[in-house]
């Protein structure tokens, strides 16, 4: 049964359409851009989640594992609290015991990110390598 031209053509211009907008779909996530944004935002998501689970425990993050400072004494670098003055009046007069001294971990998300997104690169690229040397070979 022949069908009318124009209902054909019309038919071949709702499927070119339904083609265009899926190939569209799939450059959009395959985009080499989307996939580091996702990347990017599961690396995050991770590093929250792992902040929030293990912070606390490891003193690095609010929560009851978090060591507390003493107050009135003073910081130095390297988060090593000092005490003040020891007696007989002068700094440094008396031994410092484990309780005058706590130290306090300080773990930079941002560079644990940027290292977790240079490995993820890394692999990525010896992956690529392997692909290639296997297709040659």
């Known amino acids: 049964m022949p069908q009318d031209p124009a209902v054909i053509q019309q038919q071949i211009e709702e499927t070119r359409a339904e083609l265009a907008a899926t190939i569209d779909s799939i450059a959009e996530i395959v985009s080499p851009r989307r996939i580091a944004d996702r990347t990017q935002e599961q690396l995050r998501a991770r590093t ?11 003193g690095i993050g609010p929560g009851p594992g978090a060591p507390q400072l003493p107050a009135g004494s003073g910081a130095a670098a390297g988060g090593v609290l000092v005490p003040g003055r020891g007696p007989g009046g002068g700094p440094g007069a008396h031994r410092l015991s484990p309780r005058d001294v706590a130290f306090v971990r300080v773990v930079r998300w941002d560079r644990v990110a940027l290292v977790g997104g240079g490995l ?3 692999a990525g690229g010896v992956r690529r390598r392997r692909r290639r040397s296997t297709r040659r070979g």
């Open 48 to 58: 929250a989640e792992l902040r929030q689970r293990y912070g606390p425990a490891l």
């Open 120 to 122: 993820l690169l890394f």
